[in-house]
């Protein structure tokens, strides 16, 4: 890279946005489009392209039998699953895709009785996290269900296998720190409700 090729710095307060200039569209790969946005940046001009995935809003379910406000009686719902990216079985929380059209809140009380066979009648919106926005387009939107309650038989899709075990919830905190819940969205969802400091080892 020329000394030319290289903008000057700036302060945050100055860092704009970048033109798009053109879009294009690949095949769809299931769970995602891979688009590429040629921008212009904003203060060379030059035109880059930039790689996007455009995916489907996700939900997450922090789903507890008791409630938080008991956390030493209270026990967190996990699934347990294969999971392709990493190549191994994985401990999760319950979650998944919002159909198109769906509002989230739906999706997070179909996702629990779906995956879990659970149901609860409170129910509280945490909030939403970017996955990445590195190269991604969509939202995570975290719910806590409390009193839930066992219900339905599994409902799982023909691609799914899932085994549902539960954790102390104070016991989570240990749980990510020894790497049994490691899937970031997870740790996500739990800092929302219960403090997840603890000591090394």
Same mark, same amino acid.
């Given at each position: 890279?020329?000394?030319?090729?290289?903008?000057?710095?700036?302060?945050?307060?100055?860092?704009?946005?970048? #033109? *798009?200039?053109?879009?294009?569209?690949? #095949?769809?790969?299931?769970?995602?489009?891979?688009?590429?946005?040629?921008?212009?940046? $904003?203060?060379? !001009?030059?035109?880059?392209?930039?790689?996007?995935?455009?995916? $489907?809003?996700?939900?997450? &379910?922090?789903?507890?039998? @008791?409630?938080?406000?008991?956390?030493?009686?209270?026990?967190?719902?996990?699934?347990?699953?294969?999971?392709?990216?990493?190549?191994?079985?994985?401990?999760?929380?319950? !979650?998944?895709?919002?159909?198109? !059209?769906?509002?989230?809140?739906?999706?997070?009380?179909?996702?629990?009785?779906?995956?879990? !066979? =659970?149901?609860?009648?409170?129910?509280?919106?945490?909030?939403?996290?970017? +996955?990445? $926005?590195?190269?991604?387009?969509?939202?995570?939107? =975290?719910?806590?269900?409390?009193?839930?309650?066992?219900? =339905?038989? *599994?409902?799982?899709?023909?691609?799914?296998? &899932? =085994?549902?075990?539960?954790?102390?919830?104070?016991?989570? +905190?240990?749980?990510?720190?020894? @790497?049994?819940?490691?899937?970031?969205?997870?740790?996500?969802? *739990?800092?929302?409700? &219960?403090? *997840?400091?603890?000591?090394?080892?």
């Amino acid at each position: 890279m020329t000394n030319e090729d290289q903008p000057a710095p700036y302060s945050k307060d100055e860092i704009r946005p970048w #033109e *798009l200039i053109s879009s294009e569209l690949a #095949e769809h790969m299931m769970i995602a489009r891979r688009r590429t946005d040629h921008m212009r940046h $904003p203060r060379t !001009g030059r035109v880059f392209p930039r790689t996007v995935l455009e995916m $489907p809003e996700w939900c997450n &379910i922090v789903a507890v039998k @008791g409630t938080i406000k008991d956390p030493a009686n209270a026990e967190l719902i996990i699934v347990t699953q294969f999971r392709f990216g990493r190549n191994r079985v994985c401990n999760e929380i319950p !979650g998944g895709l919002v159909d198109r !059209g769906e509002e989230h809140g739906h999706a997070a009380r179909r996702e629990l009785r779906e995956e879990t !066979g =659970h149901t609860s009648e409170r129910w509280t919106y945490l909030g939403s996290v970017e +996955p990445n $926005p590195a190269f991604q387009d969509n939202l995570c939107h =975290h719910w806590l269900a409390e009193d839930c309650l066992l219900t =339905h038989d *599994l409902d799982l899709d023909q691609g799914e296998d &899932i =085994h549902v075990t539960t954790l102390p919830l104070l016991d989570a +905190p240990v749980a990510i720190r020894d @790497g049994e819940l490691s899937h970031a969205l997870v740790v996500s969802a *739990l800092s929302r409700v &219960i403090d *997840l400091r603890v000591a090394p080892k």
